[in-house]
């Protein structure tokens, strides 16, 4: 069964260092979404990526956050300078289409800043 | 910002009985995931509900989806110790938000001992 894949699925980092998490979503999807989950905290959207571009982004994803589909398989989530704030699981989604959308995501990320 | 309740947040049963999971909204969606969450991975989806009045059903479970589709529920038959796990709404589509953003609710966590 298809299933979105994320790699690394634990990065340790060191306070203002950059990160790029990688994502490989669902091939005939075509929606690409960002979200993280702070430790005991709910589930928060970051951004959503539609055709080589970002459709929308919540007031998390400030200039140190970016995203890129740099070829026709891989979506990356970069932070610039990490924050010991910005620890947290992030998970990469992908859908088929969006308003009705089935949103699958794939098994995330740990970040841990220190 | 469109907010989803979830209650209740933790819910310990016994095995055998039933449980009702709430998830409410002042907002309009256009459709209402439900997911299931195990610890250190990522949301896996059990169900989306589009109509308002929507009923389906997966096996001991029913997911209504409220007529104004400002709500919805989880309804479990005769739990078993492998429903333990933490449950999460996710609403799409609400007030003209584009391309699938996900608004989650808190999570209920679900224990059923044996």
């Known amino acids: 069964e298809p299933e979105v894949t994320q790699t690394p699925s634990h990065q340790v980092t060191q306070m203002g260092q950059e990160v790029i998490l990688r994502c490989v979503p669902i091939s005939n999807h075509l929606y690409f979404y960002w979200y993280r989950q702070i430790l005991g905290q709910k589930v928060e959207f970051l951004v959503s990526f539609y055709n080589n571009e970002i459709s929308e982004k919540s007031e998390i994803f400030d200039d140190q956050f970016s995203v890129e589909r740099p070829d026709g398989s891989n979506f990356t989530l970069k932070i610039r300078s990490t924050k010991l704030e910005d620890s947290a699981m992030y998970f990469c989604?992908?859908?088929?289409?969006?308003?009705?959308?089935?949103?699958?995501f794939g098994q995330g990320t740990r970040l841990t800043v220190v | 910002t469109q907010l989803l309740e979830q209650s209740p947040q933790f819910l310990s049963i016994q095995e055998g009985e039933n449980l009702t999971v709430y998830c409410n909204s002042s907002?309009?969606?256009?459709?209402l995931q439900w997911y299931r969450q195990e610890p250190g991975e990522g949301p896996v989806l059990l169900v989306t509900v589009v109509t308002g009045g929507e009923v389906k059903k997966l096996k001991r479970l029913t997911f209504q989806f409220g007529d104004a589709r400002k709500d919805s529920s989880l309804h479990i038959t005769a739990a078993q110790p492998g429903d333990t796990g933490l449950y999460l709404c996710a609403g799409a589509g609400a007030g003209g938000t584009s391309y699938g953003k996900l608004t989650f609710g808190q999570g209920t966590i679900l224990t059923v001992h044996p």
């Open positions: 989604a992908s859908s088929e289409g969006a308003w009705d959308t089935e949103a699958f």
């Open positions: 907002s309009v969606f256009s459709s």
